[in-house]
């Protein structure tokens, strides 16, 4: 008898112990998971529901310095919890995959840990190494330029930040990180289902890839299509049954120019062949034209000038409509193709975040020189007279010097606020390595 009470407790108790090692992934979970409710629960108490950085509010130096403490002691909180659920599952798949049927119980909560791991992802997703170790690295970074070699090791200048939290060098754990890192590897080269999830990966990489270029295609294909098949076919025709084009055609009125600069332009020309043909017949001695036959040939010349600025007016009437038939055509484009706005988005994402720093640092450097560059005023000035007579306008130059005075200053000032404001955060050695380059 006593040794049956004794078996039943050392059973029950070996259950307990077993029930408790099964229960040990949910355990870190879940302290994890407080900690990421204490980082929520302090953006919304004391940062608008935004995260929790010195340019949301202004708060004094010890207030910040209190809040990035206890973010710094969460964050470590959530990376040594999230460590030990990873390295327990993977200890409880070896030890108990003879147990199935005691696991049919866990498989059933991993909807429930996915919740979780998200809301973890959710809010450590906005949060850098750079911005938990070194507080005032930031600030310098986002008040003037700080060459971030001297500050941040080689390990984090060599890591590319795409706004996730975790690096390959951001805690120093038991034992060294390497250890677990072939573990992993060698975790995921013994998988059955690692090659087929590689070749998922790539396929969906690859399906990304053609939905993006085949979009971007479309967006500079459909328009002008549209605009030559509106302009050829719709517009034209409407304007050759029209009044407009009858007075165009039977009257040699100058008044009927678009605007004065074609006016000018047409007399202009005009004029210099009346001069060139007049020293053409100085020279000539052997045949030199009569006035009526010189009076002839301008009255000529005036008519075929005046036919052509007839047929520039015209095209630029007909550019008018199709521009606005083509922009109505982008605009529904983009309307009615939101996912594959989102693809394209990821796409230029994965681009743009694979690219080196120096190369960053270029592209930004080319495309500020070009649009708000010293030599930029005489592109724009180039674009907006274009406009003005691809849809038959005067070039008013003094809205083009407005123009050129203003729009590129506020464009750079945004541009200069996008760095100050999200590339900082995002890859602060590619703005370390722009302001270099710009020295």
Known sequence: MNNSWFSNKIYSLLQSVYDWYLTTPDRFLEIAYRAALEIKSIEDNHFYGNKIDFTVVSYSNSVM???????????????????????????????????????IELNNKSNFIVDKLKFIDEITSKYTLIEIDNRQLVTRNLSKPLDNSKKVPRQ????????????KANTIGVLPRSIFNTINRLQLELDPNAEEDVVKKFRKSQQRTIISVRFILLLIIVPILTHQIVKAFLVGPILDKSKILENLQHTNEIGLFLNYEMEEEAIAELNQFEEKLKFQNLINDNNPLSKEQMDNKIKEKAQNIAQNYQRLSLNAIRNVFAD???????????????????????????????????????????????????????????ILEGISHHWGLPANHEFIFLFIATFPVVLDTVFKYWIFRYLNRISPSAVATYHNMNE
Do not use: M
Request: proline share 1%; hydrophobic share 45%; aromatic share 16%.
């Open 156 to 167: 984090l200048k060599n890591n590319k930040f795409q706004g996730q939290e975790w690096s």
């Open 324 to 382: 606005i038939l083509s922009v109505f055509t982008f605009v529904c484009l983009l309307i009615i193709s939101q996912k594959d706005i989102a693809i394209l988005k990821k796409f230029f994402d994965n681009i743009v975040y694979g690219l080196s720093d120096s190369a960053k640092a270029f592209i930004i450097i080319l495309f500020t020189d070009i649009f708000v560059g010293f030599h930029s005023p005489h592109g724009w000035e180039v």
């Open 65 to 103: 310095d209190y809040f990035q403490a206890d973010l710094k002691k969460q964050l470590k909180i959530i990376r040594t919890q999230l460590k030990k659920f990873n390295t327990s599952r993977s200890l409880l798949w070896i030890s108990s995959k003879n147990f199935v049927e005691q696991d």
